[in-house]
């Protein structure tokens, strides 16, 4: 467990999640628009990441009604939305 | 509105119908049960059925008298037959979780839910699939899940068949029920094993319950 030091490095751990995840690169997530429609994340492969960041930052992330779950950035959000806080960016 | 009041109808109509008969098997499904109890202290426990067995599933469920896979939650999905099962079930006093697939972020949240429950949670295999095909979604949410995996199947000696979603069958009331739980299955990490080996431990009980309810079987 760890503790989220700036908005870079929340943002790292998330592609490196969701590389492993979705079994593609580092490079290839980070352009990626829609990870749905480019690398088929599903609801299951969306929860691995959850789940992998929040045993990372020993955090609980908390997904509401309307939140987009499709990009690294809408996760970055969702993410720093749970963490409650503002990230030194 | 209308629909949640047609789901309370329906569903106080299926826990009426399902309370009279016979069921075969039980006394080994109760042994089972109590057998995969034990090992539940240490790992989760997640049952799986065939979406064809649902509604004999919640008939077992009143005429058991018993929550019969111990006191294990049951996904529900967001549909008017899935609304019908939450309200049955729930008469009996059986917890359930919802399952929201048709909103993104309400899945996400509902399957992060489904993987951190910890009592067991029974689920159908190819609801939102091919018809008597587990699902590899469902073989994935068990990896996420980890665990045991149990195969559940149902069968009512009459039933009807609904062409609702092409798959439902209907016990009619007081129609005897044979039920077998099947052997565990344990996670694989290559998901097309694993797969295989949750349709094989289903289609093996789907036999051993139909060899059940077979005339002349007591």
Redesign the interface.
């Known amino acids: 467990m760890g503790s989220v030091s700036s908005e870079s490095e929340l943002k790292d751990s998330i592609v490196r999640a969701l590389a492993i995840e979705l079994k593609v690169s580092y490079e290839s997530i980070l352009s990626a628009r829609s990870l749905?429609d480019e690398f088929k994340m599903?609801?299951?492969?969306?929860?691995?990441v959850?789940?992998a960041v929040e045993e990372e930052f020993g955090i609980e992330i908390e997904?509401?009604?309307?939140?987009?779950?499709?990009s690294v950035d809408d996760i970055v959000g969702i993410v720093r939305r749970s963490l409650g806080l503002e990230l030194a960016r | 509105m209308f629909s949640e009041l047609a789901s309370q109808a329906a569903g106080a109509a299926i826990a009426a119908a399902a309370k009279w008969g016979t069921v075969r098997g039980l006394g080994a499904a109760h042994a089972r049960v109590q057998d995969i109890a034990l090992q539940q202290s240490v790992r989760k426990v997640t049952y799986y059925y065939f979406y064809s067995d649902v509604l004999a599933l919640v008939f077992l469920n009143y005429r058991a008298q018993v929550a019969l896979c111990g006191n294990a939650v049951s996904v529900c999905g967001d549909t008017l037959v899935g609304n019908v099962i939450r309200v049955a079930l729930e008469r009996f006093g059986r917890r359930t979780l919802p399952f929201r697939f048709r909103d993104r972020a309400l899945a996400i949240r509902d399957v992060k839910a489904m993987v951190s429950e910890p009592a067991p949670i029974s689920i159908s295999a190819d609801g939102l699939g091919r018809a008597g095909v587990v699902d590899e979604g469902l073989a994935r949410l068990l990896q996420s899940r980890g665990g045991v995996a149990v195969p559940v199947s149902v069968r009512a000696m009459h039933a009807a068949s609904l062409s609702l979603a092409g798959r439902l069958t209907i016990p009619l009331p007081g129609a005897a029920l044979s039920v077998v739980i099947g052997r565990n299955v344990l996670s694989r990490r290559d998901i097309g094993e694993f797969t295989a080996e949750l349709q094989a431990a289903i289609l093996a009980a789907s036999i051993a319950a139909d060899a059940l309810a077979a005339p002349g079987q007591k």
């Open positions: 749905r599903d609801s299951i492969a969306a929860v691995n959850a789940f997904i509401n009604e309307g939140d987009r779950f499709d």
